[in-house]
């Protein structure tokens, strides 16, 4: 997948798959083995560990 903005989709429900919804730059695509799952979940914490608070912003 091309990099862009994605989302995870958790379900509680067994019957409902966790799922990616990833943006490309052609389209957008939805990914849901769990290699891809596991890797999207990766860059999203390590993103979120990188980012600065909204209290700590400044413009």
Known sequence: MAA???TILD???PD?????YAETLT???Y???P???TEYRRIFT???ALSV?????RL
């Not at 409902?16 to 990616?20: A, G, L, T």
């Not at 608070?53 to 912003?57: E, F, L, Q, R, V």
């Open 4 to 6: 862009g903005g994605f």
């Open 11 to 13: 379900f509680h429900d």
């Open 16 to 20: 409902d798959p966790d799922i990616v």
């Open 27 to 29: 389209g957008a695509r």
């Open 31 to 33: 990914g849901e083995l």
């Open 35 to 37: 290699a891809e799952l």
């Open 46 to 48: 390590s993103t979120y």
């Open 53 to 57: 608070p909204i209290s700590d912003y």
